[in-house]
T-cell receptor, first 113, second 114 residues
Framework: DTGVSQDPRHKITKRGQNVTFRCDPI?????LYWYRQTLGQGPEFLTY????????KSRLLSDRFSAERPKGSFSTLEIQRTEQGDSAMYLC???????????FGSGTQLSVL | AQSVTQPDIHITVSEGASLELRCNYS??????LFWYVQSPGQGLQLLLK??????LVQGIKGFEAEFKRSQSSFNLRKPSVHWSDAAEYFC????????????FGKGTRLHILP
C-alpha cells in the first residue's frame, strides 16, 4: 500500500494559463475525491468518481474546472484560464465503497500570479 | 446545509495538559463521523472514525472521541498533549441524506505552550 500520491506538490503559474494535476489513489479503492482548501478553511468538496464515472461536481465549480478518471485508476484535475482566486491547496482522497474513510494525498499547492 | 460545525477556531493548551476539541453535527439518522489532523503544507491524516456500536472510539496517537447523540456531539480528546500535537484538526461527516460525500468543518488550530 503506497498511499495516495499527488503530482506535482507545488505549481506556480501565471494568470490565464492552464494547469493539470494528477492523483494516483490507493489501488483497491474505487472512489476518488477532489477537494480544495484555502488558508484557514476546511477542505471544500469539488467532485468525486466511483470507478471511471464522475458522480458529482460541486455547483461552486466553474466550467474552467474539469476532472477525469480514465479506466477508474488515476485522475486528473485541469483548470483552464487560471485566475488568482484559484490559488489553493488541491487535495485528492480515495476510499472504498460504503461509508467512506477518506485517505488523502499530500496535496498540490497552486499559486496563480 | 453544513452538517458538522467546529465552534472553536483556535485552542491553546500547555504541554502535558488534557485536550478536548468540539464538534457538533446535524443529522436525522445515526451518522458516521471522523476526525482528521493536518500539519502545515500536508494532506489530512485520519485520526479515528465512528460508524456504529461503541460510542467511545479510540484512534491513533493517543486520541479518542465520544459520540453523544443527546448532545449531537463528537468531541475529540487526549489526556496529555505533546508539542508534536500542534496542528489543525478537522471534524468530518456525510452531507445531509448522503452516504458518499464527506464534508468538513472549518477546523480548529491547536497551539501547544511549552
Amino acid at each position: 500500500d503506497t498511499g495516495v500520491s499527488q503530482d506535482p506538490r507545488h505549481k506556480i503559474t501565471k494568470r490565464g494559463q492552464n494547469v493539470t494535476f494528477r492523483c494516483d489513489p490507493i489501488s483497491e479503492h474505487n472512489r476518488l475525491y477532489w477537494y480544495r482548501q484555502t488558508l484557514g478553511q476546511g477542505p471544500e468538496f469539488l467532485t468525486y468518481f466511483q470507478n471511471e464515472a464522475q458522480l458529482e461536481k460541486s455547483r461552486l465549480l466553474s466550467d474552467r474546472f474539469s476532472a477525469e478518471r480514465p479506466k477508474g485508476s488515476f485522475s486528473t484535475l485541469e483548470i483552464q484560464r487560471t485566475e488568482q482566486g484559484d490559488s489553493a491547496m488541491y487535495l485528492c482522497a480515495s476510499s472504498s465503497t460504503g461509508p467512506p474513510s477518506l485517505f488523502f494525498g499530500s496535496g498540490t499547492q497552486l499559486s496563480v500570479l | 446545509a453544513q452538517s458538522v460545525t467546529q465552534p472553536d477556531i483556535h485552542i491553546t493548551v500547555s504541554e502535558g495538559a488534557s485536550l478536548e476539541l468540539r464538534c457538533n453535527y446535524s443529522y436525522g439518522a445515526t451518522p458516521y463521523l471522523f476526525w482528521y489532523v493536518q500539519s502545515p503544507g500536508q494532506g489530512l491524516q485520519l485520526l479515528l472514525k465512528y460508524f456504529s456500536g461503541d460510542t467511545l472510539v479510540q484512534g491513533i496517537k493517543g486520541f479518542e472521541a465520544e459520540f453523544k447523540r443527546s448532545q449531537s456531539s463528537f468531541n475529540l480528546r487526549k489526556p496529555s498533549v505533546h508539542w508534536s500535537d500542534a496542528a489543525e484538526y478537522f471534524c468530518a461527516g456525510p452531507e445531509m441524506n448522503r452516504d458518499d460525500k464527506i464534508i468538513f468543518g472549518k477546523g480548529t488550530r491547536l497551539h501547544i505552550l511549552p
